[in-house]
């Protein structure tokens, strides 16, 4: 699975859209991006994923650039709850074991 | 949506004896779970995975003398920490896929269980 490249740590005021940026430059062309959440002392959470085309759902928006190798999840309106470890991960679709590397460490400031 | 249980959710043990985690897939069955360990301030780090019916596949330096899985049903998977040490201690995640999602390649990862060895 191509590796990703996250920055360490963000932050953002809260009512404000988070733009989570990751670099994925060796992503081929059958792997997926995926984004998941962990909030301190819990389990990862889904967020969301996409392929090729900008994705939205109840929680956020997947935006991948127009060659693949980078993209950027965006919070539109974040709040407290959504301080949290943000993990970009790219998994092939034959290969189905997520790996994560360090993700960016969200904090969502008052 | 597909939902993971893993209990404890906590536990403190003595050094030197075994714990098991269960991870049971509640809405879906699975065929294919991970297990990670995730110490402070760092990422997960995948430990081993658990196929129904046969045996795990462990990464590269995780004992799996040490760390016994048991994947002997769909919707359940257990992790067995033997004699366990002060090392040990760390947080443990499973992850199962929904066999459905095959196109979402959808994974849902259960709570984590926090374990001390004292």
């Known amino acids: 699975d191509a590796k990703t490249t996250q920055p360490p740590s963000m932050d953002c005021a809260e009512g404000r859209a988070a733009n989570l940026p990751c670099n994925h430059s060796?992503?081929?062309?059958?792997?997926?991006v995926y984004w998941y959440r962990q909030i301190h002392s819990q389990g990862p959470q889904y967020i969301i994923h996409?392929?090729?085309n900008n994705e939205t759902n109840e929680m956020a928006s997947l935006i991948i650039t127009e060659d693949r190798k980078s993209s950027t999840l965006i919070l539109p309106h974040a709040t407290l709850r959504d301080t949290a470890v943000y993990y970009c991960?790219?998994?092939?679709?034959?290969?189905?074991?997520?790996?994560f590397g360090r993700g960016t460490s969200l904090i969502v400031h008052p | 949506g597909a939902v993971v249980s893993q209990h404890p959710s906590w536990v403190i043990c003595k050094s030197g004896t075994s714990v098991k985690i269960e991870c049971r897939s509640l809405d879906f069955q699975a065929t294919t779970m991970f297990w990670y360990r995730q110490f402070p301030k760092q990422s997960l780090m995948l430990m081993a995975t658990s196929n129904e019916g046969s045996k795990a596949t462990y990464e590269q330096g995780v004992e799996k003398d040490k760390f016994l899985i048991n994947h002997a049903s769909l919707t359940l998977s257990t992790l067995t920490v033997t004699s366990a040490h002060p090392e040990d201690s760390s947080f443990y995640i499973c992850?199962?896929?929904?066999?459905?999602?095959?196109?979402?390649?959808?994974?849902?990862f259960g709570s984590g269980t926090r374990l001390t060895v004292v």
């Open positions: 992850s199962a896929r929904d066999r459905r999602q095959v196109l979402n390649y959808g994974y849902t």
């Open positions: 060796t992503i081929s062309g059958n792997e997926y």
């Open positions: 991960i790219v998994i092939a679709g034959g290969s189905y074991i997520p790996t």
């Open positions: 996409g392929l090729k």
